[in-house]
């Protein structure tokens, strides 16, 4: 029988589910969703995604993408610009209006892994973010086309 809190995935599961549902509350707080913030950090990030690149990263159809863009253009933190070598691709950039909800994020996310690994050794912060990139890199690396045997198949 599976002790569920030492089960790495399922921890990993109840963690992020909970760090999305947080940051759900805080963003409505300033007429944003998630994924709206999402967009935002990452064109932070990675300016001039095009949308079809920006939905393949959040794991989403490239419609949602653009209805989300719909919405943050009008409120003047994106703008969309024609692709310099093809017109067809429009390019996702921030505008200045998006500079105070990004501080507000970046602070909310500094707040935040402030208050949960505090009293945590700077040792113990290195070591767990180093198995989660350790992590991320292997998941990154599997090929697509390679099948994961789990269970003994």
């Excluded at 599976?2 to 707080?29: C, E, G």
């Excluded at 944003?32 to 159809?61: N, Y």
């Excluded at 767990?128 to 992590?135: D, E, P, T, Y």
């Amino acid at each position: 029988m599976t002790n569920f809190d030492k089960d790495l995935q399922i921890q990993l599961h109840d963690v992020a589910r909970m760090l999305r549902t947080r940051f759900d509350r805080w963003a409505r707080t300033y007429g944003l969703t998630r994924a709206q913030g999402v967009i935002l950090a990452r064109l932070h990030r990675q300016p001039g995604l095009s949308q079809i690149e920006l939905a393949a990263i959040c794991e989403v159809e490239p419609i949602t993408v653009g209805r989300l863009v719909d919405r943050l253009e009008a409120r003047g933190f994106i703008e969309r610009r024609a692709d310099p070598c093809d017109r067809r691709i429009r390019r996702l950039h921030l505008l200045p209006a998006s500079k105070e909800i990004l501080a507000k994020i970046e602070a909310y996310k500094a707040d935040l892994d402030d208050w949960l690994l505090g009293g945590a050794a700077d040792a113990d912060r290195q070591a767990m973010l180093n198995v989660l990139q350790h992590m991320k890199n292997k998941l990154n690396m599997e090929s697509s086309s390679e099948e994961l045997v789990v269970g003994g198949e």
